[in-house]
């Protein structure tokens, strides 16, 4: 028997076959579907390219939200892939147990465990992308919350730009994250060229860092997602000891384990439930 890893992001699909618990073999990567049917008949497709009809023990793989109750806005465009039962909808499509965690959180304990996080007891992993999203990972572990972790959601500007997740203004993903920047800026991301929007970016993170690390205390900050790619880490890093005076601040790095992260966190989670699963679904 063999699992199968995923993680469906905002823009991208990732799926992959793990023969044991300790590592998968190469993933397919396709664009993320607007729709969960498309979603479904695209999993359903790759599942059988990376499986080669070996049988299935269960699934397991992180999406934006694991409960499919969130705002339409945290898949791309994705009017239909909310108020919806995905767990029980992907344990229909895949004939197997299904777990299922929150995307940002499993790439955050992919990088504790083998990635920039490695070695350290306490993590706090941020992804700026087309959201922030991020998690804590308190000794091999995502830690425990009420309603997950939302660390994009933070204010950073009393009153200022409104948020297109929630609404609400001068949160900090209203000001870092890729549609907020295209919307700042008039152009994508990637075609930003301007050393001061970029200086801009690495100070408003580095504001929400602070606030973060004062209330979860980790012993390494790892940052990941693809807007971070173009962010200064060495401006973040001087920022952040600029404003952070209560302690001195953690180790900040770039996350490494690129876009499999999500992958390698589902495989560290599957390991944490060596017993067969039984229809757990955090959905």
């Known amino acids: 028997m063999s699992y199968?890893?995923?993680?469906?992001?905002?823009?991208?699909?990732?799926?992959?076959?793990?023969?044991?618990?300790?590592?998968?073999?190469?993933p397919v990567i396709i664009a993320t579907p607007l729709t969960v049917e498309g979603g479904m008949d695209a999993l359903r497709g790759v599942t059988r390219a990376?499986?080669?009809?070996?049988p299935l023990r269960c699934a397991i793989g992180g999406i934006p939200d694991?409960?499919?109750?969130a705002d339409p806005r945290r898949l791309p465009r994705e009017l239909h892939w909310t108020r919806r039962p995905l767990a029980r909808t992907l344990e229909r499509v895949l004939g197997v147990p299904v777990l299922l965690e929150?995307?940002?959180?499993?790439?955050?304990?992919?990088?504790?465990?083998v990635g920039a996080g490695r070695g350290a007891a306490i993590v706090m992993y941020l992804t700026v992308s087309t959201g922030v999203g991020g998690a804590r990972i308190v000794d091999g572990r995502i830690d425990r919350s009420a309603c997950g972790f939302e660390p994009g959601h933070q204010i950073v500007v009393p009153g200022?730009?409104?948020?297109?997740?929630?609404?609400?203004?001068?949160?900090?993903?209203?000001y870092i994250a890729g549609p907020a920047l295209?919307?700042?800026?008039g152009s994508d991301p990637v075609a930003i060229h301007s050393a001061r929007a970029w200086r801009d970016a690495a100070d408003v993170l580095a504001r929400g860092l602070v606030n973060s690390i004062v209330h979860w205390s980790p012993e390494v900050v790892v940052l990941g997602g693809s807007v971070?790619?173009?962010?200064?880490?060495?401006r973040v890093q001087t920022s952040l000891?600029?404003?952070?005076?209560?302690?001195?601040?953690?180790?900040?790095?770039r996350a490494t384990l690129g876009s499999v992260g999500g992958l390698h966190g589902a495989l560290a989670l599957l390991r944490q439930y060596r017993a067969p699963l039984r229809r757990v679904t955090r959905s």
Do not use: Y
Not at 228 to 234: D, G, K, S, Y
Not at 241 to 253: C, D, S
């Open 182 to 185: 295209r919307d700042i800026h």
């Open 66 to 69: 694991p409960r499919g109750i």
């Open 160 to 174: 200022g730009r409104r948020c297109v997740s929630c609404g609400a203004r001068g949160h900090l993903q209203a």
């Open 50 to 54: 990376v499986t080669h009809g070996r």
């Open 102 to 113: 929150n995307d940002s959180a499993l790439v955050g304990l992919g990088e504790a465990t």
């Open 241 to 253: 000891a600029e404003h952070l005076r209560k302690f001195p601040p953690p180790p900040v790095r």
């Open 228 to 234: 971070m790619e173009r962010i200064p880490l060495r």
């Open 4 to 26: 199968l890893l995923f993680d469906i992001g905002g823009t991208n699909m990732r799926v992959a076959h793990a023969r044991t618990m300790r590592t998968f073999e190469e």
